[in-house]
DNA sequence: GTTATTTTCGAATGATATTTCTATTTTTTG
DNA sequence: CAAAAAATAGAAATATCATTCGAAAATAAC
């Protein structure tokens, strides 16, 4: 894990020298230049085109076979599963320009993640000429992971249940606030243009907790809310809990207060990039709540 | 990565009596027993039986949310993206039973090596019998095609003007009606919460009018706006334009009577499925742009 | 409002992991 | 077959990491 920060490969004119004498034991002055990603990597190893003497193929043969390994374990228990010496590990990683393996292993790791190399490090990114544009695709990343993870156990239960429990109700509830207030707004909207009454709680006039002590057990809440969790919204939602009203949560972690109150709660979760959160994923699953309780409503 | 091999979980006469006299911090000695699998972790999370002050629950939080992070960071990186102490992981480690962080994160590790390999192919969507969650995966398909057209044609030169417009500006007004109004109300929460000093002008108590006619030539307006365009948004984009304020919109296409009112606009198409329209795209380049003025005001 | 308890923070410490270096073995070359 | 070059293993050194501990802050109880 001690990933260095000394500056390598410069081609000094001793280092020149030196290689061009004993026939350079390094890939980069044979005109290649260091993978950086996962990807280049297996497509150096698998071109054929190097050639390793006997330790340096088991080590090539093992990293093909088990990124995962590498990315998780140490180079002790890595060395030790390919059944060669940690200094091994070290050599192979030189030898395509890395400082050592813990260099070498991030692209393991970065693999892993499926995300951005995380601007950890102090490398700069050269293939990403304006930051900016940088930004946008990592905003796109982050909005379409979160939509992905959509699929990855998506408790279709509770889901029918919360349309259930909206489509009954004589007066739907929406609240949230902060990040969550343009998910309501949307959701608010959206059921209006469908003919769905309802009352968007957006603490306008501070009366927010007035109006929900209109709540009758006949209505039903709709409540979305996002860690952390410091919001007027847990209390609103005790409120309508109180008077007994259905209470249906967009959330993302069983940690919201909300889930307790609750009667149905589905969990969201919305990857961030660069300390900007994504809502994509929140406002499908709401759209796909209000499509839901108009068509219960209507058919 | 110091994974030790001290054997833990001996409960000596000391200890049994230590945790006796404290009233024991660690969930052991109330009848629970360490999680053995990551599962088995997240099921005691989940459960709500146990309640975690501030800091905890802001760990419980981030390793719901990011266990790859924990799998594969080192104890800092990981207290730095929770914002927490070090010692705190180590701490809500101990209270599950676990020697350490190390020893906790191998849960992490475990369940990665796990679930990588298997499940990354392309599974089939098995057509889905459910309409609720027909439409569901269909909403999220007109999301991510809406996120996928933003690299075509994008104009990058629009994009950087815009960004310099509204970084020059001693004042950004946000303007946006209908469903353009969750975009605006997410840019302004988020320039706030950056510190870039604006006005949401949502027109609560029909004041919009007002508001935009306190624009001053040093003024920047951000306005968001669909088709049909038939809001108020074109009203009062215009009376900022007669005000002399320089005006960035993003908009969904040249017919929009806001493209001639603007010093630079960009155009975003937005997909809808059976009528519901998605917000994504228009969401990420609002991000964006937040980003780029944050990123010039600062840099 | 005060006291007692719990929780958090931050620096010091102890342990581990990574890298470097050198002697030795293996391979290549003349 | 001998000599030179390259590759390897293993141990020592160094950087980094995880953990502990005491003081300070926050919280809860009285």
Redesign the interface.
């Known amino acids: 894990?001690s990933g260095r920060n000394n500056a390598v490969d410069e081609p000094s004119a001793h280092s020149l020298e030196t290689a061009a004498r004993k026939r350079s034991r390094s890939l980069a002055a044979l005109g290649y230049t260091k993978p950086q990603t996962y990807e280049e990597l297996r497509a150096v190893l698998s071109s054929g085109t190097v050639h390793f003497p006997k330790r340096l193929r088991q080590v090539a043969i093992f990293l093909w076979q088990h990124p995962?390994?590498v990315?998780?374990g140490?180079i002790a228990q890595v060395a030790d599963q390919a059944g060669v010496q940690p200094s091994t590990l070290v050599r192979f990683a030189q030898i395509f320009g890395y400082s050592g393996f813990s260099d070498f292993q991030l692209l393991f790791?970065d693999r892993?993640?499926?995300s951005w190399p995380e601007t950890?490090g102090s490398q700069e990114r050269p293939a990403e000429p304006?930051?900016?544009?940088h930004?946008?695709n990592g905003?796109?990343g982050a909005?379409?992971a979160s939509?992905g993870r959509?699929g990855n156990g998506f408790d279709?239960d509770s889901?029918?249940t919360m349309?259930d429990h909206l489509a009954a109700a004589e007066l739907i509830y929406v609240i949230g606030s902060?990040?969550a207030?343009?998910?309501t707004?949307?959701l608010s909207?959206?059921l209006s243009q469908q003919g769905v009454r309802n009352v968007l709680v957006d603490n306008?006039g501070s009366t927010a907790l007035d109006q929900v002590g209109c709540i009758t057990p006949r209505d039903a809440v709709l409540a979305v809310s996002f860690?952390?969790y410091n919001s007027i919204t847990p209390d609103l939602v005790a409120v309508a809990h109180e008077r007994k009203a259905r209470i249906v949560t967009i959330t993302?972690?069983?940690?919201s207060p909300l889930?307790?109150l609750s009667d149905t709660w589905l969990e969201v979760?919305e990857q961030d990039f660069?300390g900007?959160r994504?809502?994509?994923a929140s406002?499908?699953?709401g759209?796909?709540l209000?499509?839901?309780v108009v068509?219960q409503r209507t058919g």
Chains 1, 2 share one sequence.
């Open positions: 894990m995962s390994e990315a998780l140490t790791k892993m993640k499926g950890q304006n930051a900016n544009l930004f946008l905003m796109i909005c379409q939509l959509i279709i889901f029918e349309i902060k990040r207030f343009p998910v707004t949307y909207l959206t306008v860690s952390p993302d972690s069983t940690f889930a307790k979760v660069g900007f994504s809502l994509a406002l499908a699953v759209m796909a209000v499509h839901g068509a």
